[in-house]
């Protein structure tokens, strides 16, 4: 069976590092198993779903390297939970509910005050057709609730949590569809996985207690025919995996959640490779590091390397590891991002001294000027006259002019180099003077030296 995953957000924001880890551990795991990635947009709250939020997630995953093999929007599907629930309701694991928003929570603080869980006492089961229709003749429509089958345990060996169990009767009813005939959550989810034919729903431990209730609402829509041409042959549910959640160095990261998105990622000019590298890893037992190359980021990554732990988002580490792949990018992956005039050879000379892909213009000044040299003392004076006249041009003008200074003079170590490294770049440290020296040339670099002999 070809594995299939699913990314569901909701269109009511942006994407922030908590969604981005989720679309890519499912990217992940669809590409580790030659399977499929669906995008499905979970819009149907019409009100806060946006259409900007909409594209916003279409270009965030593509700027990651998450392309979608499909996408899919819950707003086009209302027909498909239609009849969904036609056929519950019909199953008799369906029922509506007339309890106002202040009546259950009542209940809910009676409950609470008793030191009893507050779950819903079901009293809409118990109502005779009469009361029902009362209820309708005042005008109240009812919202509808999915009924829990309380006979056995639900259960379901989690991808990353292992063996899980829960008893039924101490989960509430879910309502699943107001009173307006919107739809909450969880069975447009639950009939999706079915008719798409997903595999595998990874995401977040905050869903857990969802997927005890839908592994039921699964059993019940897979028996009633849902999903059946998609699913025949296999079990009803798909494998569940819930990843620990992932929380700030200093603990919660929803206060910053705004300023971890992918512009504002990008405006740090944090790469796409580096948050991919970190997040493909954060919060498992392999060791996060600058992996550029996702083949083999997909070669390692296996949920049984998930921790249970709440995984620590460190910006500081993300710094690392971007400086590390912007170390390590070539030099045609980042042309349309550098200062006019900068080659090949150009960016292998600066690239060591970045952290990030746009402080290339900073360094290149140092090869197209003009610099700032400091102010010598009448020895070094001497010194830089002397390299002036020593420079020699080649292929490799460095070694040759500093061979020939130490040989002809008596300076060595900090003393040969260092005042070269001034007046040749203004600066006591920086790119390799093998490389800018070429990149420098000849007339410039001479230049430069007498300019630094003349004080
Ligand atoms: N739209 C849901 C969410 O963003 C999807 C959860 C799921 O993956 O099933 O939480």
């Not at 990554?301 to 792949?325: C, Q, S």
């Not at 003009?370 to 010194?383: N, S």
């Not at 002036?388 to 180099?417: I, V």
Request: net charge negative.
């Amino acid at each position: 069976m070809n594995t299939v995953t699913r990314f569901a957000p909701s269109p009511t924001g942006r994407l922030h590092v908590g969604n981005i880890r989720t679309a890519l551990h499912n990217w992940m795991l669809a590409r580790k198993h030659g399977g499929r990635f669906l995008l499905r947009i979970d819009d149907t709250d019409a009100e806060r779903s946006k259409e900007e939020y909409v594209e916003a997630i279409r270009t965030d995953l593509a700027w990651l390297g998450l392309t979608p093999d499909h996408e899919e929007r819950q707003s086009q599907r209302l027909a498909s939970y239609e009849a969904a629930f036609k056929k519950l309701r019909e199953a008799g694991r369906i029922y509506p509910a007339y309890e106002t928003a202040q009546e259950l929570e009542i209940k809910r603080k009676i409950q609470l005050g008793r030191g009893l869980p507050p779950i819903y006492d079901r009293a809409a089961l118990s109502l005779t057709t009469e009361q029902r229709e009362a209820k309708e003749a005042e005008g109240v429509a009812p919202h509808w609730r999915f009924k829990l089958d309380h006979d056995e345990p639900i259960e379901w060996d989690d991808g990353v949590r292992g063996a899980q169990k829960f008893d039924p009767a101490q989960l509430s009813d879910p309502v699943i569809r107001r009173a307006d005939g919107s739809w909450l959550y969880m069975l447009p989810s639950a009939v999706d996985d079915l008719e798409m034919g997903v595999t595998d729903v990874l995401r977040g431990e905050d869903h857990v207690s969802n997927t005890a209730v839908q592994i039921q609402m699964f059993t019940a829509l897979h028996a009633a025919g849902v999903g059946a041409q998609q699913n025949d042959a296999v079990d009803a549910a798909p494998r569940f995996a819930h990843e620990a959640l992932l929380v700030g160095k200093e603990g919660k990261l929803s206060k910053r959640l705004g300023s971890l998105g992918c512009d504002a990622f990008r405006d740090r000019g944090i790469e796409p490779e580096a948050l991919v590298a970190m997040l493909a890893r954060l919060g498992t037992s392999l060791p996060v590091e600058p992996i550029a190359d996702r083949e083999e980021l997909l070669d390692s990554f296996a949920l049984d390397t998930f921790g249970r732990a709440p995984a620590r988002f460190d910006d500081a580490e993300l710094e690392r590891i971007n400086a590390a792949i912007v170390h390590l990018m070539e030099y045609d992956s980042v042309r349309d991002r550098l200062p006019t005039g900068m080659d090949a050879a150009g960016w292998h000379a600066i690239r060591p001294n970045l952290t990030h892909v746009g402080e290339a213009g900073e360094w290149w000044y140092l090869v197209t000027g003009p610099i700032d040299p400091p102010e010598f003392a009448p020895e070094d004076r001497d010194y830089l006259a002397r390299a002036a006249q020593a420079l020699e041009w080649s292929d490799d003008p460095w070694p040759m002019l500093t061979d020939k200074l130490k040989r002809e003079t008596e300076r060595k170590g900090k003393a040969l180099f260092l005042p070269l490294r001034q007046a040749l770049t203004g600066m006591n440290h920086g790119p390799d003077m093998k490389e800018l020296l070429s990149l420098i040339g000849e007339n410039e670099a001479r230049a430069r030296l007498e300019q630094a002999a003349k004080g």
